[in-house]
């Protein structure tokens, strides 16, 4: 069992970043690949980046590749997701997920889920 819990999000004008943190208690974090998905009000939940327990591969949405990094510190059971040059449209509310899956870009390939946190992009 692993419980997700994830900070950072907020309200920031256009073109600004903001810093998610998800930081995890239970099992072994390192065994895990992480991943962070957003849903918006009325759409579906949409996968955003991953990071893979091996070697820190990752994967990015094409909508927000070149702008979000993900990475994570096995030493702290956190993984992180830096968001830059943020547009409205990236309003949303972001949860934290971990599976064994690699590079998977699906919600049910995760087994564990954060609460989630509001990220408020105004223009």
């Known amino acids: 069992q692993v419980q997700l819990v994830e900070s950072g999000g907020g309200l920031v004008q256009a073109g600004g970043s903001l810093r998610l943190s998800c930081a995890a208690r239970?099992?072994?974090?390192?065994?895990?690949?992480m991943a962070w998905f957003r849903q918006a009000p009325g759409k579906e939940r949409e996968f955003v980046a991953t990071?893979?327990?091996?070697?820190?591969?990752?994967y990015y949405a094409d909508s927000v590749k070149g702008r979000f990094t993900i990475s994570r510190d096995n030493a702290k059971n956190t993984v992180y997701l830096q968001m830059n040059s943020l547009k409205p449209e990236d309003t949303a509310v972001y949860y934290c997920?971990?599976?064994?899956?690699?590079?998977?870009?699906?919600?049910?390939?995760?087994?564990?889920w954060g609460q989630g946190t509001q990220v408020t992009v105004s223009s």
């Open positions: 997920a971990a599976g064994f899956v690699i590079l998977g870009t699906r919600s049910y390939e995760y087994n564990y």
């Open positions: 990071i893979s327990w091996s070697y820190g591969r990752t």
């Open positions: 239970g099992q072994t974090f390192s065994s895990y690949s």
